[in-house]
């Protein structure tokens, strides 16, 4: 109960917390580093956190890790199924030209025939607690640029070392931080994948936006793939892979005289990331080479809400799985998800607005619709025709607990009523038949205000936060 904290104990913690941060690496770039030229270890900032870690009961974070590596191979047998993919998104590709853009290159490979023996999922499951049924329900699937596998295994850390200190007077035990290896696991499957594409001068090819802040983030894996494995990582902008990049006739993606062997896309999943024909010809490129992707087109699409909303359908997960017991676990998360075809729900969506989200073809954040908005744009659609329903998807609106928290941004420390999401990372690794990697591979809480409706800490929405089990 944070009423009993008196103001000078906080002082103490945030001091503390601030300091730990800088010393561990916990940063960001802050708002000045851009006119540094990008330049690493000039404006920086350490990462907006939670102070302490939330609460969160066993039993359901047992559950979302006992999940995950049934998701990672849904994600890759889904993946597998192009008609699929292409039939579930035909509609969305009318009225959204990113997804339109996207299934474009996945036409083409299929049309190839282009076979992807090497897969490499890096995926991010996330979920909230429904409070009144205390169920946890997954938000999305996230397979294109995961953020935090780094500093999400720094703030457990964190909340590890101040209640180490103050656990005492706090109330927490340290030990029910639950172990957070999402850094060291998601670099070894890079690793892992590079050493399948058994190329020795290959490298790791990170492709990140021009204008980035969690550049230290991506730099955590980078420098594990380093020092523990000695495979040497370099970033590049898809604007610069178009000029700097080519494919061999062997099919080896050469970008600036080096051969890469695995691809992993830190931009590339907002429309933001392709403002010209260059970022598209180098998505394109990198799709026909036979570098290892993370994620694939493939992976990409499967990953997008429409096929989210498709699978929780009756009877579609049993396509793709054979298990009845796994299908039954994963489907025990599923919140309602609905088309925009389905008349009875847009009436009820009109009807009672505040108890759906309307969720465009997005990723990144911020771009989803609540409450009277909600109503207002079905019914702008509905005079619209149907031809723009296929650009959204309506989901359940899940209502967790909401609860106080200090949050700290820019060394400031803020008491706000705030709602937690829970992230379950994923790692999957195959060559054909042979699956290498598939686990939970760490976590990563977000917290935020109760009364914002949007949640991402890139967006600027939320923070960095960790739990602790009760
Ligand atoms: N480019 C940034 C990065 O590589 O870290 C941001 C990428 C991004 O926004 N990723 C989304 C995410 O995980 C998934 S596509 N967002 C979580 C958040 O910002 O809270």
Same mark, same amino acid.
């Given at each position: 109960?944070?009423?009993?904290?008196?103001?000078?104990?906080?002082?103490?913690?945030?001091?503390?917390?601030?300091?730990?941060?800088?010393?561990?690496?916990?940063?960001?770039?802050?708002?000045?580093?851009?006119?540094?030229?990008?330049?690493?270890?000039?404006?920086?900032?350490?990462?907006?956190?939670?102070?302490?870690?939330?609460?969160?009961?066993?039993?359901?974070?047992?559950?979302?890790?006992?999940?995950?590596?049934?998701?990672?191979?849904?994600?890759?047998?889904?993946?597998?199924?192009?008609?699929?993919?292409?039939?579930?998104?035909?509609?969305?590709?009318?009225?959204?030209?990113?997804?339109?853009?996207?299934?474009?290159?996945?036409?083409?490979?299929?049309?190839?025939?282009?076979?992807?023996?090497? #897969?490499? +999922?890096?995926?991010?499951? $996330?979920?909230?607690?429904?409070? =009144?049924? &205390?169920?946890? !329900?997954? %938000? @999305?699937?996230?397979?294109?640029?995961?953020?935090?596998?780094?500093?999400?295994?720094?703030?457990?850390?964190?909340?590890?070392?101040?209640?180490?200190?103050?656990?005492?007077?706090?109330?927490?035990?340290?030990?029910?931080?639950?172990?957070?290896?999402?850094?060291?696991?998601?670099?070894?499957?890079?690793?892992?994948?590079?050493?399948?594409?058994?190329?020795?001068?290959?490298?790791?090819?990170?492709?990140?936006?021009?204008?980035?802040?969690?550049?230290?983030?991506?730099?955590?894996?980078?420098?594990?793939?380093?020092?523990?494995?000695?495979?040497?990582?370099?970033?590049?902008?898809?604007?610069?892979?178009?000029?700097?990049?080519?494919?061999?006739?062997?099919?080896?993606?050469?970008?600036?005289?080096?051969?890469?062997?695995?691809?992993?896309? #830190?931009? +590339?999943?907002?429309?933001? $990331?392709?403002?010209?024909?260059? =970022?598209? &010809?180098?998505? !394109?490129? %990198? @799709?026909?080479?036979?570098?290892?992707?993370?994620?694939?087109?493939?992976?990409?699409?499967?990953?997008?809400?429409?096929?989210?909303?498709?699978?929780?359908?009756?009877?579609?997960?049993?396509?793709?799985?054979?298990?009845?017991?796994?299908?039954?676990?994963?489907?025990?998360?599923?919140?309602?998800?609905?088309?925009?075809?389905?008349?009875?729900?847009?009436?009820?969506?009109?009807?009672?607005?505040?108890?759906?989200?309307?969720?465009?073809?997005?990723?990144?954040?911020?771009?989803?619709?609540?409450?009277?908005?909600?109503?207002?744009?079905?019914?702008?659609?509905?005079?619209?025709?149907?031809?723009?329903?296929?650009?959204?998807?309506?989901?359940?609106?899940?209502?967790?607990?909401?609860?106080?928290?200090?949050?700290?941004?820019?060394?400031?420390?803020?008491?706000?009523?705030?709602?937690?999401?829970?992230?379950?990372?994923?790692?999957?690794?195959?060559?054909?038949?042979?699956?290498?990697?598939?686990?939970?591979?760490?976590?990563?809480?977000?917290?935020?205000?109760?009364?914002?409706?949007?949640?991402?800490?890139?967006?600027?929405?939320?923070?960095?936060?960790?739990?602790?089990?009760?």
């Amino acid at each position: 109960d944070l009423e009993t904290f008196d103001d000078e104990f906080v002082q103490k913690l945030v001091y503390d917390a601030l300091v730990w941060s800088s010393l561990h690496g916990l940063v960001v770039g802050d708002k000045t580093y851009q006119k540094s030229g990008n330049v690493p270890g000039v404006g920086l900032m350490h990462a907006p956190i939670a102070l302490l870690p939330t609460a969160f009961p066993e039993i359901c974070w047992k559950q979302a890790c006992d999940v995950t590596p049934i998701f990672n191979e849904l994600i890759d047998r889904v993946s597998l199924d192009g008609k699929f993919l292409q039939d579930s998104l035909s509609r969305t590709k009318k009225a959204d030209v990113f997804t339109s853009r996207l299934l474009d290159i996945h036409s083409k490979m299929l049309e190839r025939n282009k076979k992807e023996d090497i #897969r490499l +999922g890096l995926h991010r499951f $996330d979920y909230m607690l429904d409070e =009144e049924t &205390n169920s946890l !329900l997954q %938000i @999305e699937m996230n397979t294109i640029s995961c953020s935090f596998p780094g500093l999400s295994r720094l703030v457990s850390q964190l909340h590890q070392s101040l209640l180490r200190s103050y656990g005492d007077q706090i109330g927490i035990d340290s030990e029910r931080v639950p172990r957070n290896t999402s850094t060291i696991q998601f670099a070894d499957a890079i690793a892992k994948a590079w050493l399948e594409y058994n190329n020795p001068r290959a490298v790791v090819m990170v492709i990140v936006q021009p204008e980035e802040r969690n550049m230290y983030d991506q730099h955590l894996l980078s420098s594990i793939l380093r020092e523990k494995h000695n495979i040497v990582a370099i970033r590049k902008t898809l604007a610069e892979v178009e000029t700097e990049g080519s494919v061999q006739e062997d099919g080896t993606l050469i970008v600036g005289g080096q051969a890469v062997a695995v691809v992993y896309f #830190r931009s +590339g999943y907002t429309p933001n $990331d392709h403002p010209t024909e260059s =970022e598209w &010809n180098a998505r !394109l490129l %990198i @799709e026909e080479s036979s570098a290892v992707k993370c994620p694939s087109i493939a992976y990409h699409l499967t990953g997008s809400k429409k096929i989210q909303q498709e699978l929780a359908k009756p009877g579609v997960l049993e396509r793709f799985l054979d298990n009845k017991e796994d299908i039954a676990k994963m489907r025990k998360c599923f919140a309602g998800l609905w088309s925009l075809d389905d008349p009875e729900i847009v009436k009820q969506a009109i009807e009672k607005p505040g108890l759906f989200v309307m969720k465009p073809q997005r990723e990144g954040g911020g771009n989803n619709i609540y409450g009277d908005d909600v109503r207002e744009n079905l019914l702008r659609l509905q005079k619209e025709g149907e031809d723009g329903n296929a650009a959204y998807i309506l989901m359940q609106r899940i209502f967790p607990k909401v609860s106080n928290m200090f949050l700290v941004r820019e060394g400031v420390y803020h008491k706000n009523q705030v709602i937690s999401e829970l992230g379950v990372y994923g790692a999957y690794l195959r060559n054909k038949d042979n699956v290498i990697v598939n686990e939970q591979s760490g976590y990563l809480m977000r917290t935020k205000i109760a009364s914002s409706d949007e949640g991402g800490v890139a967006a600027g929405f939320g923070v960095l936060d960790s739990i602790y089990l009760n």
